[in-house]
């Protein structure tokens, strides 16, 4: 059976619209609100540090930011990131698993800084290849993007290294790579529209400061939605792979 690209949507949006989902979205865009306020802190400072002395002020773009010293917004922006990735790890777990109605506890500490560190390291090592497979004439970065769009997942729910992710990925997105880019097609251009017209919206009505924050919230909401789908996605395509073994997963796979 291959990737059914209109289950994969509608999977992705119940899984998102379910208690779990709103739950994790809640943590997620207050970590994110935190994040912004302080990457918006340190802009602030720095725009500020470069309006020339004696020059009107109010021509210095105005952020909504923190009270707070530069230092501790830096530290902020750290430990809101980390905070995100164990965020998204649960995200990927209880969508993985289905669970609707209650995250069970496992998700948050099972092998946590193991998962963690290999989603930052393999992230960077992710970006890496992407970015030189498109200075190869694009293509093998769009390819290299959908063979290995499902490392996180390998890394959240069966808690291996990044390396060993990477090739249970490319070995699973075999055969199904042009409907993986088909999907990811019209997630990308769905998140583009929904950003210019709330951005253009909410900049009518409230201004560019706050708009930003509008936006960023709404990004939360698309990232995790992107989220939920690859994690249908990656359940159909894993299923279909263990089918032939009459190997089923369940939703315990998870935590062992």
Known sequence: MSLQLGSALKGGAERLASRTG?????????????????????????????????????????????????????????????????????????????????????????????????????????GLIVLVGTILLVVPGIVAYVGLLFMVQFVAVEKVNFVTAMRRSWRLTRGSRIRIFLLVLVLFAATLVVTFVVNFGLGLAVGSGSAGLGVGLVNVLLTLYLLAVTCDAFVQLRDDDRSPTGTQPTADAVGT
Request: proline fraction near 5%; hydrophobic fraction near 60%; avoid cysteine.
């Open 22 to 126: 709103v739950v994790v979205l809640t943590v997620y865009a207050a970590v994110m609100l935190v994040y912004q306020l302080s990457v918006n802190t340190l802009l602030q400072s720095l725009l500020t540090s470069l309006v020339p002395a004696g020059a009107d002020r109010v021509a210095s773009p105005a952020l909504v930011t923190l009270p707070l010293p530069n230092v501790v917004a830096g530290v902020l922006v750290v430990v809101t990131l980390l905070a995100a990735t164990v965020v998204s790890v649960v995200a990927v777990r209880t969508f993985v698993a289905r669970e609707r109605e209650r995250i069970p506890r496992r998700f948050l500490t099972d092998r946590m800084l193991f998962v963690v560190a290999n989603l930052v390291v393999g992230g960077i090592a992710f």
